[in-house]
């Protein structure tokens, strides 16, 4: 159980182009899922957690209007990178709660690796 | 909000000796402490979590302890094996605001050699 599915797995788009990424929690319904990112050899930073039915919540530095996300129902969260630029490229990943008790893992999604030419 | 930090960044160990990943957090309100294995290009895989009301849990090779007093909290591997070979990161959660969020600590590059 608690399987989450994330789309496309590579994306590779011309600087100043958008690009969307779908998470989609396949077998529960999340509230509530958290969007990181990770550069080559780091560890996972939290962009934002988003919220089904309300405004995400973005971390300090995460600027909102460059990286749009909707939750618009219970089992898919979107994330659309606008005017992508180079430094944008770096791998993207989802994640969501099997249930909503703050005590339980995050499972996380395949990733997407995004490269902007 | 919550502060991870984990150590080392880099351990090599060879096949069936013990790695032992180390980390603190800043945060005496978190409760809950995941680690999660990730391979290179994959996603994060959970291997092992502990909960704030006990001090210590086993599954088979993987063991974590946790401090609450001092705040840390550890990883244990015994009897290593080359498929151990991977990133391993300590998180903790984060539970200001209304949606309670995992904060990673900066991961362990772990090496097992033959």
């Known amino acids: 159980g608690a399987v989450v599915s994330q789309h496309p797995s590579r994306v590779i788009c011309k600087s100043g182009t958008s690009v969307k990424i779908e998470c989609r929690s396949l077998?529960?319904?999340?509230?509530?899922m958290f969007w990181y990112r990770q550069f080559p050899k780091q560890s996972l930073m939290l962009m934002a957690t988003?919220?089904?039915?309300?405004?995400?919540?973005?971390e300090q530095g995460v600027e909102k209007d460059k990286f749009l996300i909707n939750h618009a129902s219970l089992t898919l969260s979107t994330l659309t990178v606008t005017s992508a630029h180079p430094e944008d490229s770096s791998f993207y990943i989802c994640s969501a709660r099997g249930y909503q008790g703050e005590d339980s893992p995050l499972h996380f999604g395949n990733g997407t690796r995004l490269t902007v030419t | 909000g919550e502060n991870v930090e984990q150590h080392p960044s880099t351990l090599s160990v060879q096949e069936g000796d013990s790695a032992v990943i180390k980390c603190t957090y800043s945060?005496?309100?978190?409760?809950?402490f995941p680690w999660y294995k990730q391979e290179l290009g994959k996603r994060p895989q959970l291997i092992i979590d502990i909960r704030s009301n006990v001090g210590e849990k086993k599954d088979q090779r993987i063991a974590v302890t946790l401090n609450k007093t001092a705040k840390h909290f550890s990883l244990h591997i015994t009897e290593t094996q080359p498929e151990d070979s991977a990133v391993y990161f300590c998180a903790a959660n984060d539970r200001a605001g209304t949606a309670s969020k995992l904060t990673f600590g900066t991961g362990t590059r772990l090496q097992v050699t033959l």
């Open positions: 077998d529960f319904q999340a509230t509530t």
């Open positions: 945060d005496s309100a978190s409760n809950y």
């Open positions: 988003s919220n089904e039915g309300s405004k995400a919540t973005y």
